[in-house]
Nanobody, 123 residues
Framework: QVQLVESGGGLMQAGGSLRLSCAAS???????ICWFRQAPGREREFVAA????????KYADFVKGRFTISRDNVKDTTYLQMNNLKPEDAAVYYC?????????????????WGKGTLVTVSS
């Protein structure tokens, strides 16, 4: 069993930065950790992912060059550094975990989910 707890959300002006954290407990070391987001009235969408050994990362096109995912396996924590935030980045951000890595990392293939943290971006 893996438990995931997100933190770091809040209100930020457009152009600003936030760092989200996803603290994992349980036997999470071999899991890939992914970030998804869901805005009101929209589907939950993939944002970024990092493999268990940090050798592989993947980003959605709409965050490339602005967001960076990183992972500290000593602290069992994964981070999402979000720079140059845009109003359209406003959403509830969820971290999720799955065994192994996949080229697609679909939300349906995640094994565990956190409860999310809200990011609001003002224009």
């Amino acid at each position: 069993q893996v438990q995931l707890v997100e933190s770091g959300g809040g209100l930020m002006q457009a152009g600003g930065s936030l760092r989200l954290s996803c603290a994992a407990s349980g036997r999470s070391f071999t899991y890939s950790i992914c970030w998804f987001r869901q805005a009101p009235g929209r589907e939950r969408e993939f944002v970024a992912a990092v493999s268990w050994n940090t050798e592989r990362t993947k980003y959605a096109d709409f965050v490339k060059g602005r967001f960076t995912i990183s992972r500290d396996n000593v602290k069992d924590t994964t981070y999402l550094q979000m720079n140059n935030l845009k109003p359209e980045d406003a959403a509830v951000y969820y971290c999720a975990a799955r065994q192994g890595w996949s080229a697609t990392l679909l939300k349906e293939t995640m094994d565990y989910w956190g409860k999310g943290t809200l990011v609001t971006v003002s224009s």
